[in-house]
């Protein structure tokens, strides 16, 4: 009978630990480097968005529409939106976390944030489409 | 956690009263310092972009909708108290910008040691504050 390998866990993080997600928010490794990573997104993205805001402040409306035809304009401002909107509900989720205790209220506050956040996100990236396709 | 009433903050007392359990006072004793006082700065920030979000996908609805709601926008925004909403929130976009630079660099193990951590603060409240005054600067010279 060969050996059999003893079971080998990456995580540092006991079996018990992780059935039962202890802590206010239960989990965070994938939270933790998506706040990165979209992070490090929003820097150009920002910086490219108050260029273009600064150049189009005051402008008539069709200015931004045709602003906002071009692919380019299309493309980095959906990225903006969605990189930005995802950032904030993680944010957000951090805040409510840390400050509200109790089990249910917390929950659902999570829950109204990240539907917020969802229609928010999507009444932007529709705006973006209609003005831009 | 050994005790669930640690959960609820809540005890006997000698002669059997539930009573509150006593917190360690905190905000009434520690001086504010630049690592504490920008760090709750940035949430600060953080959660008044995230309110001023609804600005912003306000205008981009308005700019895909009609010329009268993007008139009614345009107003809004440019109206003395729309103005110092916006400036508001220049200043806490340059500051949450600036300090999740810090963070970054943080994160990618730079900058701990308290010399270097006490220049970047300083760093990042001078970046602020020039940049929010430059871009409302070039902002306000610029008319279409």
Redesign the interface.
């Known amino acids: 009978m060969g050996e059999t390998a003893k079971p080998h866990v990456k995580v540092m993080r006991s079996q018990l630990g992780r059935a039962r997600g202890l802590g206010s928010a239960k989990s965070g490794a994938a939270h933790w480097w998506a706040e990165?990573v979209t992070?490090?997104a929003?820097?150009p993205l920002?910086l490219w968005f108050?260029w273009h805001a600064?150049?189009?402040?005051?402008?008539?409306?069709q200015?931004?529409?045709d602003w906002?035809y071009s692919p380019v304009s299309v493309v980095l401002m959906l990225a903006l939106v969605a990189t930005?909107?995802h950032h904030?509900a993680l944010?957000?989720q951090a805040?409510i976390e840390d400050y509200i205790h109790a089990e249910a209220a917390r929950f659902g506050a999570l829950l109204l944030m990240r539907a917020a956040c969802a229609l928010?996100a999507l009444?932007?990236i529709?705006?973006?489409l209609?003005?831009g396709l | 956690m050994k005790d669930a009433r640690d959960a609820l903050m809540v005890g006997r007392a000698t002669d059997g009263r539930v009573v509150r359990r006593p917190l360690s006072p905190h905000l009434q004793v520690y001086r504010p310092q630049i690592s504490s006082a920008l760090s709750i700065f940035h949430r600060l920030t953080g959660v008044a972009l995230s309110a001023g979000t609804l600005l912003l996908v306000w205008w981009l609805v308005a700019a895909a909708t009609s010329d009268e709601a993007w008139d009614e926008v345009q107003g809004v925004v440019g109206s003395p108290l729309g103005m110092v909403v916006l400036f508001g929130w220049t200043v806490a976009l340059t500051y949450h910008f600036f300090a999740g630079i810090r963070h970054l660099f943080w994160d990618a193990g730079y900058g701990f040691e308290k010399a270097d951590f006490h220049r970047s603060g300083y760093a990042v409240l001078a970046a602020t504050v020039v940049c929010s005054v430059a871009v409302w600067a070039v902002g306000l010279s610029l008319r279409y």
């Open positions: 990165r992070s490090l929003l820097v920002t108050v600064l150049s189009l402040v005051g402008a008539p409306r200015a931004v529409l906002m930005t909107f904030m944010g957000l805040v928010l009444t932007a529709v705006s973006v209609k003005m």
